[in-house]
């Protein structure tokens, strides 16, 4: 390719996403305005590991539903992608270190949205572990040490959701997006618009940032993809609304 890949945050919502063709239309009429990378690389919230690890680098034949009591239909569910063991000397060449290897299959925030955007479910991924350890900035730094692969073919992808404080939203109270919830939201746009390096203090300047996220590990993600796109590419937000009120839909193309 001869021009950087697009940096993706994708808000993947509930584990019913999976199965819900109307909500997930959004996702595939996003998916169809991007360029087709070579390879994911992706970071979810729901693999956070003390150090940085690879996940299944052959094809994602098993997959990890790391979610409770939801329909049976959703734990039989596939997608078979092609892994991308190639990548693995590509990161660690760009990092300047030997990463480990832990054979785990894609969890829900990866094939979740992705059984949307990309169902044919050919384009190789792999999955890198979300380094608990690493501050905000250091999440940011990463990502920009990975920068160089989009120029390569290579897609980076975060995974969480934007706002994600699961007791509210299942209390179900709200009719309406809440204020707490809906300034949050806008305090992220603007940032990511306007002043971008201020997300890397979001948990003392966002507005209602603990009642959004009581744990920070479904904002992360999005650090990561703002550090591989960098201060000046343009960002657009192909995604927004609400889902059960309190859950931010809002992602993030950067470029």
Same mark, same amino acid.
């Given at each position: 390719?001869?021009?950087k890949?697009p940096?993706l945050?994708?808000s ?5 996403? !999976? ?9 595939r009429?996003w998916?169809?305005?991007?360029p087709r990378p070579?390879?994911i ?5 729901h693999?956070e ?6 996940g299944?680098?052959?094809r ?5 539903y ?12 596939q997608?078979?992608?092609? %892994?991308?063991?190639?990548?693995v000397?590509?990161v660690?060449d760009?990092l300047g ?5 832990a ?12 059984i949307?955007m990309?169902?044919?479910?050919d ?6 572990s979300l ?6 900035? %250091? ?5 920009a ?12 992808? %975060?995974?969480g959701?934007?706002?994600?404080n699961?007791r509210e939203?299942f209390?179900?109270?709200?009719a309406?997006?809440?204020e707490w919830?809906?300034?949050f ?14 997300i890397l203090?979001?948990?003392?300047e966002?507005?209602?940032a603990q009642?959004?996220h009581p ?6 993600p999005?650090?990561?993809?703002? %550090? !591989? ?19 931010s ?5 950067f470029?």
């Open positions: 390719m001869n021009t890949t940096v945050f994708v993947h919502g509930s584990p019913m996403l !999976a199965q819900d063709a109307h909500t997930g239309a959004d996702y009429a998916s169809e305005t991007l070579k390879a690389l992706v970071f979810s919230a693999w590991a003390p150090p940085l690890q690879f299944e680098t052959v994602h034949d098993e997959l990890v790391d979610f409770y009591g939801f329909p049976e239909a959703l734990y039989r569910m997608f078979p992608a092609p %892994g991308a063991g190639w990548l000397d590509a660690n760009v270190e030997k990463i480990a290897t054979a785990r299959g894609l969890d829900h925030g990866v094939w979740v949205p992705f949307h990309w169902p044919e479910a384009l190789p991924i792999l999955q890198m380094p608990s350890t690493f501050s905000n900035q %250091g999440l940011y730094e990463l990502g040490k990975l920068s160089p692969l989009r120029e390569q073919g290579v897609m980076i992808v %975060g995974s959701t934007l706002t994600h699961l939203g209390k179900g109270d709200y309406v997006p809440p919830v809906t300034e939201d806008d305090w992220v746009e603007r940032s990511l618009l306007h002043n971008r390096a201020a203090d979001w948990q003392a966002a507005p209602h009642r959004n744990t920070p590990d479904h904002f992360r999005l650090l990561i993809a703002a %550090g !591989a796109a960098g201060e000046d590419e343009p960002v657009s937000f192909p995604i927004t609304g609400f889902e059960m009120m309190v859950f839909r809002r992602s993030v193309q470029s």
